[in-house]
């Protein structure tokens, strides 16, 4: 199975910076995509950004230029720094990995619990 645990939420300033955390634990697994969502109240959960484990990305146009994600293979952890920050980034953040049993091609997808990130005006 696999286990995410993001870390690094807060309140902050219009125009200030979060980097966000997760923590990936897996046994038996193969992840290859790991990215971000996020969700505010009301609103449907909207693809933030992805970095595959050749180190390729790709960003959702909302957050292009201000937020950039990187991974830490070694440590099975991917990061999300986030810079320039608008009130209109107000969500719930949610890890997401993309993974295979070992020796399967079938993939599942796997999600964290969430950290809030609030910026306020």
């Known amino acids: 199975q696999v286990q995410l645990v993001e870390s690094g939420g807060g309140l902050v300033q219009a125009g200030g910076s979060l980097r966000l955390s997760c923590a990936a634990s897996?046994?038996?697994?193969?992840?290859?995509?790991m990215g971000w969502y996020r969700q505010a109240p009301g609103k449907q959960r909207e693809f933030v950004a992805v970095?595959?484990?050749?180190?390729?990305?790709n960003y959702a146009d909302s957050v292009k230029g201000r937020f950039t994600i990187s991974r830490d293979n070694s440590k099975n952890t991917v990061y999300l720094q986030m810079n320039s920050l608008k009130p209109e980034d107000t969500a719930v953040y949610y890890c997401?990995?993309?993974?295979?049993?070992?020796?399967?091609?079938?993939?599942?997808?796997?999600w964290g619990q969430g950290t809030q990130v609030t910026v306020s005006s």
């Open positions: 997401n990995a993309e993974g295979s049993p070992s020796g399967s091609s079938v993939v599942f997808h796997y």
């Open positions: 897996r046994r038996g697994f193969s992840i290859n995509g």
């Open positions: 970095i595959t484990s050749g180190g390729s990305t």
